[in-house]
Each structure stands twice: as structure tokens, then as C-alpha cells.
């Protein structure tokens, strides 16, 4: 139940195409719901967030989609570029609690 | 933009050895963490800590860690007698507050153990 489903593994998108990162959870008790972005050597850093009470949130060319009652939310890079290729994590919290649950990953290629 | 410091990037230790992984969390920030991310694995959940006591900690943080802030700008993890499953990249993170704020990562610590 704690466990965060991610998909694909890996995605090669062509330049200014739209890159599209899933997730899915079985614990009703997630409420906080971010996206990491994670460059060779570096350490994940956070792209952007959503909590349960809204179904979509947008920055700048980033977009998460969130269905609750599907338990699965999204991320969506719009006019993708080679300065996105990264490896993207989905990660999960539990209501009142500090820990977050990453999945496993999507390593996204941006080709010209 | 403040960030999360590590030491050593790369850490290459003996089987059997005791280890200890730095970080510096950014300086007005209250919760710690440590996560740790086995080669080609996700990242996983080690241990949080939060004036001066761990808050939670996963089954992987069993007797052979801990952590300490031995002072006002330091965070440790130690590993007391190292095996070979422990190679993996450690990241320290640090948040403001607990549920309202994002934790920040480190660029982590590669361990290697012999």
C-alpha cells in the first residue's frame, strides 16, 4: 500500500513534443503528491507539487493532472527540450507524515 | 539559492569499516532526512530527525545507523560496520517545516564498499 507504480521506465520525446510521466497509488492517505527532476551526479530537485483538493496545477511549461478517484497523477513537460533530459521521479507523503515515497523513475530523453 | 551540502562526494570504505556521511542542511531549515538510492533503484527513505531526536526511521535504518547533529550547522549519518549491500548513493535533504514545505536534496554521497 505504500508503494508508488511509475511509468514508462524510460521515453524519448522529439524536441517541442510533450512528454508524458505517469503515477499511480493504492494509499488513500497520500495527500501530497510532488515531481523531481534529477540530473546525472546531482540529487533530486523538486519541479513541482499537488495536493489532493485540486485536480491540476501548471508551471511554466510543467503540469501535474491529478485524478483521485483513479488514484493516478501525471506529469506533463509541454514543448519538451534537450535541457529536460533527466531522470524524473514521482514521490508520494502520507497525510501528517514526513517521509516521501519515490517511484522508481523515468529517464527522459529529448532528442532534436 | 541556499543548498544542501554534502561530503565526501565519493566515499570508498572496507568492508567491516565504519563510515560517516556529512551534510550541512540549509541554515534556517528544522527537519533533516537521509534517503539512500541503490544503483538504478528508486530513492528510498532511510530516517528523518527533528530536534535532535529521529521523528521516523524505514526498516532499512536498523542498529548499524545513526545520525547526530553534533552542532549547529552539521548532520551525520553513521555506519558502524559497513557491508556490501550498502553501496549506494546517500542524500541528505532538509525542509522548513514538516508537512507545508519542500524537502531540499543534496547532490548525495557515493558509497562504495570493498
Known amino acids: 500500500q505504500q508503494q508508488v507504480k511509475q511509468s514508462p521506465q524510460s521515453l524519448i520525446v522529439q524536441k517541442g513534443g510533450i512528454s508524458i510521466i505517469n503515477c499511480a497509488y493504492e494509499n488513500t492517505a497520500f495527500d501530497y503528491f510532488p515531481w523531481y527532476q534529477q540530473f546525472p551526479g546531482k540529487g533530486p530537485a523538486l519541479l513541482i507539487a499537488?495536493?489532493?483538493?485540486?485536480s491540476e496545477k501548471k508551471e511554466g511549461r510543467f503540469t501535474i493532472s491529478f485524478n483521485k478517484s483513479a488514484k493516478q497523477f501525471s506529469l506533463h513537460i509541454m514543448d519538451s527540450q534537450p535541457g529536460d533530459s533527466a531522470t524524473y521521479f514521482c514521490a508520494t507523503r502520507m497525510r501528517g507524515n514526513e517521509k516521501l515515497t519515490f517511484g522508481t523513475g523515468t529517464r527522459l530523453t529529448i532528442i532534436p | 539559492e541556499p543548498e544542501v551540502t554534502q561530503t565526501p562526494s565519493h566515499q570508498v570504505t572496507q568492508m567491516g569499516q565504519e563510515v560517516i556521511l556529512r551534510c550541512v542542511p540549509i541554515s534556517n531549515h528544522l527537519y533533516f532526512y537521509w534517503y539512500r538510492q541503490i544503483l538504478g533503484q528508486k530513492v528510498e527513505f532511510l530516517v528523518s530527525?527533528?530536534?535532535?531526536?529521529?521523528?521516523?526511521k524505514s526498516e532499512i535504518f536498523d542498529d548499524q545507523f545513526s545520525v547526530e547533529r553534533p552542532d549547529g550547522s552539521n548532520f551525520t549519518l553513521k555506519i558502524r560496520s559497513t557491508k556490501l549491500e550498502d553501496s549506494a548513493m546517500y542524500f541528505c535533504?532538509?525542509?522548513?517545516?514538516?508537512?507545508?514545505?519542500?524537502?531540499?536534496f543534496g547532490d548525495g554521497t557515493r558509497l562504495s564498499i570493498l
Open positions: 530527525f527533528y530536534n535532535n531526536e529521529i521523528s521516523e
Open positions: 535533504a532538509s525542509s522548513l517545516d514538516r508537512i507545508n514545505q519542500p524537502q531540499h
Open positions: 499537488i495536493r489532493p483538493d485540486v
